[in-house]
């Protein structure tokens, strides 16, 4: 979704660009790796660098347009699940929500567009009252509601609550030097 907003096409233009490739790198550095348990023998940081490293290849051609159908459906299972997982241990989320930020955004800008968005929920996203807003504090409460993503639990978690305000002020409209200033922002955080 991100990569989407800010013009790339493919997995392939978005990794090769290295506001994109250093936001990956830190988001599964910090977010992602420490909430996994790697089977005896792989190291996680080299599994990741391997895979970055396929994406780099421009004859494996992955369009960003059809990795992002069913969001509703993936993000429960990639995003939401591990933000859950790193509230209960007390690690960052951050780049998470800026993730959701991105896909609210993207939906926004298709609905606007006019465009057609390949999701199962595809016909309840332009009732959503978070796909109208560009209010961070607004779009937040409204998007906390929405239960494709969270239960009553995860809405009412105050930390959650403060990074996706954030992330969604800092993606601000989504135009893309907006969008590449606040992935390098939260990038070069320690």
């Known amino acids: ?22 936001f990956l790198m830190a988001l599964t550095a910090r977010e992602t790796i420490p909430g996994l348990t790697a089977p005896e023998g792989l190291d996680l940081a080299a599994y990741r660098d391997a895979i970055l490293q396929r994406f780099h290849n421009p004859a494996i051609r992955h369009l960003l347009a059809q990795i992002a159908w069913d969001g509703t459906q993936k993000l429960p299972v990639r995003i939401i699940g591990t933000i859950r997982e790193n509230l209960a241990a007390g690690r960052p989320i951050g780049g998470h929500c800026l993730v959701l930020a991105g896909w609210r955004l993207f939906v926004m800008k298709a609905l606007a567009a006019g465009r057609e968005i390949t999701d ?13 807003s560009l209010d961070a504090v607004a779009a937040t409460e409204a998007f906390l ?9 995860l809405a009412a978690d105050t930390t959650l609550r403060d990074q996706l305000q954030l992330a969604i002020s800092q993606l601000g409209d989504g135009a893309p030097d907006t969008l590449r200033a606040a992935l390098t922002a939260w990038s070069a955080e320690a």
């Open 1 to 22: 979704y991100l990569g989407s907003l800010a013009g790339h096409i493919t997995v392939c233009e978005a990794i090769n660009d290295d506001v994109f490739e250093t």
């Open 120 to 132: 199962p929920l595809a016909g309840s996203l332009a009732e959503q009252p978070w796909a109208a």
């Open 145 to 153: 509601l929405f239960r494709a993503f969270f239960d009553d639990a």
